[in-house]
Nanobody
């Protein structure tokens, strides 16, 4: 069974940092592009960041450029999202996904369970 298991969310102060992790199992993800998305209640899932299978290329939503960093460790089948200088508008549920490095949800074939990120004043 293919699974993406997320960890690392939680409560952080305004301006603080969090690192999300996403571990794949059930098959090799080494040759998959990977992405992070987020979804607020009542809104569509939106692109945050993506990384190529080699890790050489990364892409970011304009709203997170310079503050978020996506990376991967293929030996551990893990992709990370380092989030710095978090703001209240970043409070939402974050999802990792495999199968693409594009900005569109439909290109991804497996999804993590979601991780809540909450920002306190």
């Amino acid at each position: 069974q293919v699974q993406l298991v997320q960890s690392g969310g939680g409560l952080v102060q305004d301006g603080g940092s969090l690192r999300l992790s996403c571990v794949g199992s059930g098959r090799t993800f080494t040759y998959d592009g990977m992405g992070w998305f987020r979804q607020a209640p009542g809104k569509e899932r939106e692109f945050v960041a993506a990384i190529s299978w080699t890790g050489d290329s990364t892409w970011y939503a304009d709203s997170v450029k310079g503050r978020f960093t996506i990376s991967r460790d293929n030996a551990k089948s893990t992709v990370y999202l380092q989030m710095n200088n978090l703001k209240h508008e970043n409070k939402t549920v974050y999802y990792c996904a495999s199968g693409s490095a594009r900005e569109t949800v439909n290109y991804y074939d497996h999804w993590g369970q979601g991780t809540q990120v909450t920002i306190s004043s």
